[in-house]
C-alpha cells in the first residue's frame, strides 16, 4: 500500500514539475519560435556549408533554451501584474507553485545551456541569442507598463529567431540573413496588436500598454494595416535578386503575395468591424501566414 502511495506521489510530482516546466518556458510558443529557426537553417545551408544533423539539434536545444530563459525572466519580473490577469494567473510563479528564486535557477540554466550550444555552433549565433535574451528580458518587458513603443522594443528579440537559423548554417550575419529578420520584424506588430486587441481588457488590469494608441480605435487598426502591407513588401524582397543567396522564383513570389493579401484581407476586416473576435481570427491568421511563408520559402529552394 505504501508503495503504490509513494508511486502515486512521484509521478504526480513529476507530472507537476513537467507541467510547470512547459508553462515557464511556454512550451508551445518556444516551439513555434524553433520551427523559425529550422526554417532559417534549411534556407542557410548550401554546398559551402552543407546540412549537418549535430547543428540542427544543437540550433533546436539552443533556441529552445534561449526562449525558455525569457519567458522565465520574464515571468519572475511580472509575478505580481501576472496575478492579475485571468490569462496569467494560474502560471508557476504568480500562482504560488513555483518560488522566484527557483523560477531564476531555471531561467538561469536555461540560458547558460542555451547559450553554450548556440556557441559551439558558432560565436555569431550566440551573440544573437544573448541580445534576444537581454532584450527580451531588460528592456521590453519594463517597458510594457511604461509605453506602447514597447512593441517596437519586442519586435526585435522576436525577429531574431528566423534569421538565428541562418546564422547557424552559415556563420555569417548579411544582407540575406538581415532580410529574414525584416520580414519577421514587421510580421510581429499585426500579430502582436492582434493580440493585445482581443485581450485588452485583461492587460488593463495589469496596467499594460500594447496597442499603438492605447484603445481599440480605427487609429490602432489603421497601423495594422500599414505594417501587414510592409511586411507583404519584405516578403517579396528575395524574388528581385537583390538579397544575395536568398531568393524565391516568380512561382513563389506569387505564393507569398496571396498568402500577404489572405493577411491583409483580415486586417482590413479588424478595421471594418473592430471586434475581439475579428482581432482573433486576425492572429490565427497571422501564425498560420509566418508558418506558410517559410515552408513556401524552403520547398521553393528545394524544388529550384
Known sequence: MKTALNTTINTFSLKTVFTDFKEITKAGLAISVLFSSIAGYLLGFNEDQPFQWSVLLMLCVGGYCMVGASNAFNQVIEKDLDALMDRTKNRPVPSGRMSSNMAL?????????????????????????????????????????????????????????????????????????????????????????????????????????????????KGTALQVILYTVWLIIASLLPSIGYTGKLFISSYAAVAVFLLGLWMLYYAVQLYKVRTAKAARTLMLVSVSYISLLQLVYIIDKFLR
Do not use: C, R
Open 105 to 217: 535557477v531555471v531561467a538561469s540554466l536555461l540560458t547558460l545551456i542555451g547559450l553554450s550550444l548556440l556557441y559551439m555552433i558558432n560565436p555569431k549565433t550566440a551573440m544573437f541569442g544573448a541580445i534576444s535574451i537581454f532584450l527580451y528580458t531588460s528592456v521590453y518587458t519594463p517597458l510594457k507598463t511604461l509605453t506602447s513603443l514597447s512593441v517596437f522594443v519586442g519586435a526585435f528579440p522576436g525577429a531574431i529567431p528566423f534569421m538565428l537559423g541562418w546564422v547557424a548554417a552559415t556563420g555569417d550575419f548579411g544582407i540575406e540573413a538581415g532580410t529574414l529578420f525584416l520580414i519577421q520584424f514587421f510580421w510581429q506588430f499585426p500579430h502582436f496588436w492582434a493580440i493585445g486587441w482581443f485581450l485588452y481588457e485583461d492587460y488593463e488590469k495589469a496596467g499594460f500598454f500594447m496597442l499603438p494608441t492605447g484603445k481599440k480605435d
